[in-house]
Nanobody, 122 residues
Framework: QLQASGGGLVQAGGSLRLSCTSPGFTLGHYTIGWFRQAPGGEREGLAFIIDSGYRTRYEDSVKGRFTISRDNSANTVDLQMNSLKPEDTTRYYC?????????????????WGEGTQVTVSS
């Protein structure tokens, strides 16, 4: 239902911009989150843009480095990632919180993209 793109290889300190879109529904109507998950690890919520507005919420480890934004005309939600660190290396996913109950944990999200790989070299 969702499609994430924009991952790649970047040096430490560099930037990447991830983009999430959907051919199936309007992202601007819902809370959209960006998550990441290392192999064998739990899926971690990083940034959220809330409901149909522009309020945002960030996990502490990315606050000040990552910025989530919404472009309703393009039906996209982007994650601008600056000052990337090797520990940011993993696969990143976008997700939509469509149905009750609402929240910011992976179990609250109803639709997921397949993810995009981010690799930060030291």
């Amino acid at each position: 239902q969702l499609q994430a793109s924009g991952g790649g290889l970047v040096q430490a300190g560099g930037s990447l911009r991830l983009s999430c879109t959907s051919p199936g529904f309007t992202l601007g109507h819902y809370t959209i989150g960006w998550f990441r998950q290392a192999p064998g690890g739990e899926r971690e919520g990083l940034a959220f843009i809330i409901d149909s507005g522009y309020r945002t919420r960030y996990e502490d480890s990315v606050k000040g480095r990552f910025t989530i934004s919404r472009d309703n005309s393009a039906n996209t939600v982007d994650l601008q990632m600056n000052s990337l660190k090797p520990e940011d290396t993993t696969r990143y996913y976008c997700a939509a919180d469509v149905f009750l109950p609402y929240g910011y944990r992976p179990q609250h999200m109803d639709y997921w993209g397949e993810g995009t790989q981010v690799t930060v070299s030291s």
